[in-house]
Structures are given as C-alpha cells and as structure tokens.
Antibody
C-alpha cells in the first residue's frame, strides 16, 4: 500500500527557507491523485498549504501563496515544499498527504515532521 | 480563526452517540459535497473517517457517519468506545481560489 515519508531540517532560521520532501512508496506519484502539504502548529488545528499533480499543476492556500512553492520529481517519486521568509508562526508539524481521486479528502498521510523556526 | 466552526469539545459515555457539528458558508460546506472528517490521536497523523459528506473509507467502522444540511455538516459516532477519544477535524473544499479549509477541531472525551 502507498506510504508517505517526510524529510528535511527540523530547525530553520527566521527569514530563511523551509524545505521538505515527501517520498512516496508502494505506488506511483504519477497516479491520478493530487498530493498535498498540511501543517499543524503546536496545540492548534490543521492548515492546508497546497497541492500538486504529477503534471506540475499546483494550487496554494491564498494566505501562503506568495511564500510557497510545491514541486514534483517523478524520477524520484517524491514531491517537495519550500516556504520562504519564515517566522516563528511557521513553526509546526508538517504533513504530506495524498488526495482521494475525484474528491478533496486526504486518505493517506505521512507521519509528520516537526519544523521549528528559531535562531 | 478557522474558516469552519466546530465546538471545542463534546463528551459522551461508552455506548452513547455523539454528534459534532461543522458550520461554514455557502462558499464552502454549503456549496460543495466535498466535506471530510479526520480523527487525530495525540502525537499521531490525522486519519480519514468520512469523505464526500457521508462516504466511509474501507476499514472505518459503520459507527461513524456523516451528513450535511445547508451550511452545516455533522459527524455522528454511535456506540461510543474508549478508543474514539480523540480530536476531530472537519474539512471542506472552498472553491478554486481558496482551496481547502479546515475547522478548528473538536476534542471528544469518552466519559
């Protein structure tokens, strides 16, 4: 079955760029699914960041759009997140997730990775 | 402030039923049949429980059901069990500009 695994630095300096990768195993990133990033600040709720299709088409949360880039690497079966100009408010657990085909629900999630923004 | 409004907490005794509401607008919950619900235990990733308002993924017990009326969606859990104690989040598609929005989450306590 499809599994997702996030990876990347756990600590990022303020004003820097947060970079994470989500490796897809047990299935192809070129399937008819979109692939998303969702984050959760400590003790708070979930926030959708954006999504990508294997063709490279993307959709972003308008509140983050100016700072977010999501890309896909089909050769490595993975997709990535870059969030620029980070502040302490970007400290969160970051999850990658698969979007159910034909819907907008997230049926498979990675375990999540904690990213702290601090000097 | 979350786009969708959920009660902060609900509770029930084992065997009882509880319903968690999720109120949005005609631009999200009321405008599309793309409401989903997630269960999250502490320190764990969310788990999809309901999608497309009322569909259950394979493996989710039929004690979990979803519905929608106007701008409000609901998750009902019948025959409460201790392992149902968790945070629950609703989620809705909100159009091509906004994308996807979540509720603030509801903590379910099984008494």
């Amino acid at each position: 079955q499809v599994q997702l695994q996030e990876s990347g630095p756990g600590l990022v300096k303020p004003s820097g760029t947060l970079s994470l990768t989500c490796a897809v195993s047990g299935g192809s990133i070129s399937s008819s699914n979109w692939w998303s990033w969702v984050r959760q600040p400590p003790g708070k709720g979930l926030e959708w960041i954006g999504e990508i299709y294997h063709s490279g088409s993307t959709n972003y949360n308008p509140s983050l759009k100016s700072r977010v880039t999501i890309s896909v690497d089909k050769s490595k079966n993975q997709f990535s997140l870059k969030l620029s100009s980070v502040t302490a408010a970007d400290t969160a657990v970051y999850y990658c997730a698969r979007v159910v085909g034909g819907s907008d629900a997230f049926d498979i999630w990675g375990q999540g990775t904690m990213v702290t923004v601090s000097s | 402030q979350s786009a969708l409004t959920q009660p902060r907490s609900v509770s029930g005794s084992p065997g009882q039923s509880v319903t968690i509401s999720c109120t949005g607008t005609s631009s999200d919950v009321g405008g599309y049949n793309y409401v989903s619900w997630y269960q999250q235990h502490p320190g764990k990733a969310p788990k999809l429980m309901i999608y497309d308002v009322s569909k259950r993924p394979s493996g989710v017990p039929d004690r979990f059901s979803g519905s929608k009326s106007g701008n409000t969606a609901s998750l009902t859990i019948s025959g409460l069990q201790a392992e149902d104690e968790a945070d629950y989040y609703c989620c809705s598609y909100a159009g091509s500009f906004t994308g996807v929005v979540f509720g603030g989450g509801t903590k379910l306590t099984v008494l």
